[in-house]
């Protein structure tokens, strides 16, 4: 199974400020198709996951611009530029190259 | 607008067979790309991917579970039924089902969830 391990996994930001969640997997996420299946997802309190961005930089539908990905390989960032108080939640990794598809443990973004 | 809920039984006793129904709205599980999953969440912890069923009939499972875990489609009902035999105390999680496209190979709409607890 391919293992993503997130850093960090409690994130205290102030509002305003940016935030920076790492992502490495223990293999390559690159597809035999050409594309690498690296997504983040969100969870708020209480709500079921929601897609934020998909193969690694492309936001979801509706996703706000302050939400960016990046990355390559096995090491993938998801930033975002100004925290809100609506980003509170735990932020995953996910790898769909493989099966199993498999998450990362979680990163619980707060506010200071 | 896609929408998908889960349902099943809480509680479960040990041992007992626990069957998850996942009814959706706004696509068709016969469209090329068109997937659907079942990902669980134990208390506070991190998702779980469990299995995915795709329009072609392909099936994947997770290789922990593969051999308690049974996933059918009835299309015409627009649901996907997840079977778990032999359910343990460690399986009480938050199960969600989920829609998954081609285009991205993620899972886009997510139902709500139902918690299943484990429990003699």
């Known amino acids: 199974d391919i293992v993503m391990t997130q850093t960090p996994l409690s994130s205290p930001v102030t509002l305003g400020q940016p935030a920076s969640i790492s992502c490495r997997s223990s293999q390559s996420l690159v597809h035999s198709d050409g594309n690498t299946y690296l997504s983040w997802l969100q969870q708020r309190p209480g709500q079921p996951p929601r897609l934020l961005i998909y193969k690694i930089s492309n936001r979801f539908s509706g996703v706000p611009d302050r939400f960016s990905g990046s990355g390559a390989g096995t090491d993938f960032t998801l930033k975002i530029s100004r925290v809100e108080a609506e980003d509170v939640g735990v932020y995953y990794c996910m790898q769909a190259t493989q099966f199993p598809w498999t998450f990362g443990q979680g990163t619980k973004v707060e506010i200071k | 607008q896609i929408t998908l809920k889960e349902s099943g039984p809480t509680p479960v006793k040990p041992t007992q067979t626990l069957t998850l129904t996942c009814t959706f709205s706004g696509f068709s599980l016969s469209t090329y790309g068109v997937g659907v999953g079942w990902i669980r969440q134990p208390p506070g912890k991190a998702l779980e991917w469990l299995a995915l069923?795709?329009?072609?009939?392909?099936?994947r499972y997770s290789p922990s579970l593969t051999s308690r875990l049974t996933i059918t489609t009835d299309t015409s009902k627009n649901q996907v039924v997840l079977t778990m035999t032999n359910m343990d105390p460690v399986d009480t999680a938050t199960y969600y089902c989920?829609?998954?496209?081609?285009?991205?190979?993620?899972?886009?709409?997510w139902g709500q969830g139902t918690l299943v607890a484990v429990s003699s």
């Open positions: 989920a829609h998954r496209l081609s285009t991205w190979n993620s899972f886009d709409y």
């Open positions: 069923t795709y329009w072609n009939g392909d099936k």
